[in-house]
């Protein structure tokens, strides 16, 4: 537990900064911000979860919002959740030295098999999507100035031939990075936490089928299928079952689900 890195002040100046390009909404987010952090100092977890999640359901989206709500989520003992909140503060700043850490640590908490994803895959989720497309994007206007030098001066034609060969091949390869980029997001988002202390997987989707294996809090399943109210989930090509939907949570459920009660 206290390997676990806060950040407080920092995440409360990237979410400052962040807050002043946002559109005014119902309350005054950087006020909340700062109030559920101070609900997280007192160490009134629940009360800090519920004011987090509020901020999130009025649209303020952070990865410093996702870090200190996987944080609080962490200290109130529930590492299925501070996995999926630390898994989207990862999504949208992923080089981040702190949710790297956080998220690693509240992993190495988790009592069960979890799926593991592909070296190839984990790179590619280092830069985000954006940041892949926004490259292509640029090195695409280079290559378009330099046929356009060519064709307005073609004296510089045969100068620049050099040049349009290697950033054409620079676009073609960082095109292939955005593809390769969204097939990783794809990926990820497949992934389920395990959100309840122990659950049953179960070798058919019902509630009298035999047991598979069993999973606990905070491990990630990948989801293979879907069938009413059961997934099909997999931790590795041998083990392979069904869990109840309502016991596991998808990281990008974070961004819609309703705000938590705190405990009284």
């Known amino acids: 537990m206290n390997s676990l890195r806060h950040g407080c002040?920092?995440?409360?100046?990237?979410f400052f900064v962040w807050v002043c390009a946002q559109p005014c909404c119902g309350l005054d987010i950087a006020a909340e911000f700062e109030?559920?952090?101070?609900?997280?100092?007192?160490?009134?977890?629940?009360?800090?979860?519920?004011?987090?999640?509020?901020?999130?359901?009025?649209?303020?989206?952070?990865?410093?919002?996702?870090?200190?709500?996987?944080?609080?989520?962490?200290?109130?003992?529930?590492?299925?959740?501070?996995?999926?909140?630390y898994r989207m503060a990862e999504r949208l700043s992923p080089r981040d030295p702190d949710i790297r850490a956080n998220l690693q640590f509240a992993r190495n908490q988790v009592q069960?098999?979890?799926?593991?994803?592909?070296?190839?895959?984990?790179?590619?989720?280092?830069?985000?999507?954006?940041e892949w497309t926004t490259a292509a994007a640029a090195v695409f206007w280079v290559f378009f100035a330099l046929l356009a030098v060519g064709e307005v001066k073609p004296a510089l034609k045969q100068r620049t031939r050099t040049y349009i060969w290697f950033v054409g091949g620079a676009f073609v390869i960082l095109a292939a990075s955005v593809v390769l980029a969204c097939i990783a997001q794809r990926a990820a988002d497949r992934i389920a936490v395990v959100i309840e202390p122990e659950v049953a997987v179960r070798q058919g989707p019902l509630d009298d089928a035999l047991t598979a294996f069993v999973v606990h809090d905070g491990a990630e399943l990948d989801v293979l299928d879907q069938k009413d109210n059961w997934l099909q989930v997999?931790?590795?090509?041998?083990?392979?079952?069904?869990?109840?939907?309502?016991?596991?949570?998808?990281?990008?459920e974070t961004l819609k689900h309703k705000p938590a009660q705190p405990h009284t």
């Open 9 to 14: 002040v920092l995440a409360a100046a990237v």
């Open 35 to 85: 109030s559920a952090n101070r609900l997280y100092e007192q160490g009134r977890f629940d009360h800090a979860i519920a004011a987090y999640e509020r901020l999130l359901e009025e649209g303020a989206v952070s990865p410093a919002l996702y870090f200190n709500l996987g944080n609080a989520y962490f200290k109130s003992g529930r590492i299925g959740r501070a996995i999926a909140a």
């Open 112 to 130: 069960s098999p979890s799926f593991i994803i592909s070296k190839v895959t984990r790179w590619f989720g280092t830069i985000t999507l954006n």
């Open 234 to 252: 997999a931790v590795g090509p041998r083990r392979i079952g069904w869990v109840k939907r309502a016991s596991v949570i998808l990281p990008a």
